[in-house]
């Protein structure tokens, strides 16, 4: 019991790192990785409310109806995204204005909505919070991963501090937006060689990962596969 | 008045592209791009919600939140009013527009949780635009992630004919694309300013 309770958080970590095996929350891990400081402090408010939803979720999972299961856990998520932005705009001011809108977007964060669909509507409290940890630290770490590439390289500093031997060797272009594209596709890459392309579970965008099958339940897709059908 | 205008629609359009330079929709910017309908129809129903869902909260923000000092609680009444109008959007189409539901009903429920829309009824406030401003910002946005959708579209078909290495089969090359394209979007820099300025 206790090593499955283990496995449950180290899971987030590595096997099923939710940016690159899993491929959610793509929005902020390109939009907040110019920076490493920017990268850690999303990474954490990610976090905090990653757990803390996931906690509420479970714990109402039987109260919850079926049916508007989705608004009810946008609200929950919701709620406390606004807390933890009030909280940074109170005592971490420099981050609330890093951070802007991103900050207010967790909200709609895949993997927020992506792990309260998948895994604390069925299971209890105690499993739902270690999900929470594991999946909110391995989202941090890819974007640890990420903006430490794209600082080193593109502006010579690592969280601000500059590094000696960098300073005038830079690729500015990795520190903007195609830079961003262009990391995230090399590292996805990268796990998909080291793990012999078994490692990603997302080969292209499909049901299993995306938050929103439980609104429109499947029929995208099922559009997708009958035209398919149709045109063979 | 009208410049100011015409300013704020390039420069969402081109300049600051909600998908390429402010990563805002990139989900369904990576996963409806296969092909071009798909993209075209994606594109028209992200448009088509920004305006409605600007219409709906720029009164809500100004004459109840800001009256009533509920500043806070704009992420959650943007998101709920969204959800709310997707859904109503989508009952509405169904009963009496059978034929645009069809092309658009699947698109709709997932903009619910797009980025891109909630991220332009934000923006619009704290840019501190009025009324029209922000209808015309939004449209931009609009037309800006339809642009860089129909634009990727055509780039992707090409790559799925490629003969990419193996481990950047699929998701990588993808993404590459993107930045090549976003890449590209940098040409538009300063357009604004030596047009109009």
Known sequence: ?232 | MFKTLIVILMSSVLVNNYVLSKFLGICPFLGVSKKLDQACGMGLSVTFVMLVATVATWPIQRFVLDKLGLGYLQTIVFILVIAALVQFIEIVLKKYIPSLHKSLGIYLPLITTNCAVLGVTIQNISDGYNFLESMVSSLGCGLGFLLAMVLFAGVRSRIENCNAPKAFKGLPVTLIAASIVSLSFFGFAGIIENLLG
């Open chain 1, 1 to 232: 019991m206790k090593n499955n309770k283990l496995s449950i958080l180290l899971r987030g970590l590595l096997i099923e790192n939710p940016v690159f095996v899993l491929v959610l929350g793509t929005c902020p891990t390109l939009a907040t990785t110019k920076t490493v400081i920017g990268a850690i402090s999303m990474g954490l408010a990610a976090t905090v409310v990653l757990i803390c939803s996931n906690v509420v979720i479970s714990l109402l999972r039987k109260v919850i109806p079926d049916k508007v299961r989705i608004p009810c856990y946008i609200v929950i998520i919701a709620g406390f995204v606004t807390v933890v932005s009030m909280v940074m705009h109170a005592y971490l001011p420099q981050l609330y204005e890093l951070l802007g809108i991103y900050l207010a977007l967790i909200v709609v964060n895949c993997i927020i909505l992506g792990r309260a669909e998948m895994f604390a509507r069925e299971h209890n409290v105690g499993e739902s919070a270690l999900d929470g940890i594991g999946m909110g630290l391995g989202f941090t770490l890819a974007l640890l991963c990420m903006s430490t590439i794209r600082e080193v390289l593109g502006s010579g500093s690592w969280a601000g501090i500059e590094i000696p031997f960098m300073q005038g060797h830079t690729v500015s272009i990795l520190t903007q937006a195609p830079g961003g594209f262009l990391v995230f596709g090399i590292m996805i890459a990268i796990v998909n060689a080291v793990t012999h392309g078994k490692g990603v579970k997302k080969k292209d965008f499909g049901c299993e990962g995306c938050p929103s099958a439980g609104i429109c339940g499947g029929n995208c897709a099922d559009k997708d596969e009958k035209e398919e059908k149709e045109n063979v």
